[in-house]
């Protein structure tokens, strides 16, 4: 990667995390490998393949890993409000993580001719957020008063997602599921072959041990993963070789809102993180696995691979 300055290079180290800072959470969470012919068709609106290829389903993190951010009693949080599942697995062979939000509303509210892209926050929606190389710190936000140094524009462009990578996912309305990534490199970085996602709606449908009949939205796809993301050029961008054991960063968000446009009741995130949004050391630890071998498949259960990280 070149860069035209020494100062961008300063600004970068002040993003950087100092000894001892990390990410949020316990023990990394296991994320499986989909093997070369097992990888999900991400439009296909069902998780039945990604069951298929590990020859059982269990999630990542569902709503008791998660905080809402917004707490005051006038909101009116309710527990049959919303339920969610995100699952994640990786293919070494396509280099790219994988993730599949299903979530449970009871009210789905969905804009109708609107641009999504501009209207994120003023309905129900998601965030994906990842730091392929581990590296935490500071990536977006960088003309804040809280940031500790000047930085210009070009050097905010250049500095915004470099280091870790932040996505809006929208689900399904009356057009499809949609993925836009908060930088400049938007139109590259959030299409094929670098991202891509697809969806579904059921309506009336329960989540498991509930028997409240609420719409359910999947949003599934794939991003690559970045070790450097230079906005304005993929052969100069990096992206992070993902391998069995390698620790990589995540965090979600889901925002429910009910009542109208802009009245978001529900704002979680993975341990109730605040500005995940510019600081990565906020993000949750997964583990890459190796595959399961089809043959090793009830030896390889979820509850034995879980049981291995504890």
Same mark, same amino acid.
């Given at each position: ?105 009871? %009210? ?7 641009? %999504? ?181 009830q030896d390889d259960s979820w509850a034995r691979i879980k049981a291995s990280?504890?």
């Amino acid at each position: 990667m070149k860069l035209s300055s020494l100062g961008i290079w300063f600004c970068v180290l002040l993003a950087l995390p100092r000894p001892g800072s990390g990410h949020v959470g316990g023990e990394p969470v296991p994320v499986l490998e989909f093997a070369p012919d097992q990888v999900p068709d991400v439009h296909d609106g069902s998780l039945a393949d990604w069951e298929r290829a590990w020859g059982g389903l269990e999630p990542a993190y569902t709503k008791s890993d998660a905080r809402p951010l917004n707490t005051a009693a006038d909101f009116g949080l309710h527990p049959l409000d919303l339920e969610f599942n995100w699952y994640f697995g990786w293919s070494a062979a396509a280099n790219r993580l994988y993730f599949a939000a299903q979530v449970f509303d009871d %009210i789905y509210l969905r804009p109708e001719g609107l641009d %999504i892209e501009s209207h994120a926050f003023f309905y129900d929606s998601l965030e994906l957020m990842v730091d392929g190389d581990h590296s935490g710190g500071w990536y977006s936000g960088f003309t804040a008063r809280s940031y500790p140094g000047e930085v210009s524009p070009a050097e905010d462009s250049l500095m915004t997602n470099l280091q870790a990578q932040h996505y809006s996912l929208f689900p399904p309305w009356p057009r499809p599921a949609g993925i836009a990534a908060y930088s400049h490199g938007a139109g590259w970085v959030d299409r094929p072959p670098y991202a891509e996602v697809g969806g579904g709606v059921v309506p009336g449908a329960a989540a498991a041990g509930s028997l409240a009949k609420r719409t359910q939205y999947l949003v599934e796809g794939y991003v690559t993963v970045w070790d450097s993301l230079v906005w304005h050029s993929p052969d100069e961008s990096r992206p992070s070789q993902l391998a069995p054991g390698r620790i990589v960063g995540v965090q979600i968000s889901v925002s429910d809102c009910d009542t109208q446009p802009g009245n978001c009741h529900g704002y979680f995130t993975l341990a109730g993180a605040q500005n995940a949004w510019r600081h990565a050391f906020q993000f949750v630890d997964v583990e890459l696995v190796a595959s399961p071998r089809p043959s090793a498949v009830q030896d390889d259960s979820w509850a034995r691979i879980k049981a291995s990280f504890k």
